[in-house]
């Protein structure tokens, strides 16, 4: 059975910084193969998805973070980082890490592996 467990969520203020990790419990040969991305959801909101890494390396972002996240993945160790800077009270929300055999913002949604979150929270 396959784990996804975050950490690195926290309190900070506006302006400030935070990073978050994601280790997948799975076969190292095998994590590269996996597209992988983190999402959010704030009280009252929808799920958003923030930034996802494909299995080739391509990269996107939602415009909300552009230029501000940093998505990153080290297939050697299994791990999904993002580096959260210019936080925004708006930010605020629980942060997921999600692998998927399929790259679109909406199949990480429906048919993604989730972990349990970590929050963070920006004043």
């Known amino acids: 059975h396959v784990q996804l467990v975050e950490s690195g969520g926290g309190s900070v203020q506006a302006g400030g910084s935070l990073h978050a990790s994601c280790v997948t419990s799975?076969?190292?040969?095998?994590?590269?193969?996996?597209?992988m991305a983190w999402f959010r959801q704030a009280p009252g909101k929808e799920r958003e998805g923030v930034a996802a890494?494909?299995?080739?390396?391509?990269?996107k972002y939602a415009d909300s973070v552009k230029g501000r996240f940093t998505i990153s993945r080290d297939n050697t160790r299994n791990t999904l980082a993002l580096q959260m800077d210019s936080l925004k009270p708006d930010d605020t929300a629980m942060y997921y890490c999600?692998?998927?055999?399929?790259?679109?913002?909406?199949?990480?949604?429906?048919?993604?592996?989730w972990g349990q979150g970590t929050q963070v929270t920006v004043s």
């Open positions: 890494v494909g299995s080739d390396g391509e990269i």
């Open positions: 799975q076969h190292s040969d095998t994590y590269g193969r996996w597209n």
């Open positions: 999600v692998r998927n055999l399929w790259s679109g913002w909406v199949t990480f949604s429906i048919f993604g592996h």
